[in-house]
C-alpha cells in the first residue's frame, strides 16, 4: 500500500508513535499496578487500573485510526469491535470503583485485546482483505 500510495507514509510513520507511546504507557500502568499491590501507593484501585486502561484505549483508538486513514477504508464491523474494546476497558474500570481487587480488574482488562483479535479472526480477515482488493 505505500508503494502504491507515498502521500499515506506520514500517517503510518507518525501514527505509529502514537502506538509505541501508548504500549510504554501500558508498561507504565502495570508497574503502578505492581506498586498498589506491594502496597508503594496511595492512588486508589480505579486510578490504579485506569493507569493501564486509558493507554489501552488510546493504543486501540490509534490502531484503528490508523488502518481506516491509511486504507480509506471505514469498516462499520471495527466500530463494533471498538465498542465491545471500551465495554471491557469500561467494565474493569468500574469493577474497581464497586470495590473489586486490581488483580480481578487486571485480569478483566486482559481480555480487551481478545474482542479485536477474535473479531479479526471469525470475520475481520474478510475485510481487511476488501479493503486492500483495490490496491492489489
Known amino acids: 500500500m505505500l508503494e502504491l500510495h507515498r502521500e499515506r507514509a506520514f500517517v503510518w510513520a507518525y501514527g505509529h508513535l502514537v502506538i509505541v507511546a501508548a504500549l510504554a504507557a501500558i508498561g507504565a500502568g502495570l ?3 505492581a506498586n498498589y499491590i506491594d502496597n508503594e501507593t496511595t492512588l486508589s484501585a480505579t486510578g490504579t487500573v485506569a493507569s493501564t486502561a486509558i493507554p489501552f484505549a488510546i493504543y ?12 480509506r477504508h ?11 474494546t471500551v465495554a471491557v476497558l469500561v467494565l474493569s474500570v468500574t469493577l474497581a470503583a464497586l470495590g473489586a481487587g486490581v488483580a ?11 474482542v479485536t483479535v ?17 490496491t492489489s
Not at 480481578?104 to 481478545?114: D, R, S
Open 74 to 84: 471505514h469498516d462499520p464491523f471495527h466500530l463494533a469491535l471498538l465498542a465491545g
Open 104 to 114: 480481578t480488574c487486571l485480569v478483566v482488562l486482559m481480555f480487551a485485546p481478545v
Open 118 to 134: 477474535v473479531g479479526y479472526e471469525t470475520v475481520g480477515h474478510r475485510h481487511v482483505a476488501e479493503a486492500l482488493r483495490p
Open 60 to 71: 486501540t483508538l490509534a490502531l484503528y485510526a490508523i488502518y481506516a486513514r491509511f486504507t
Open 31 to 33: 508497574h503502578v499496578a
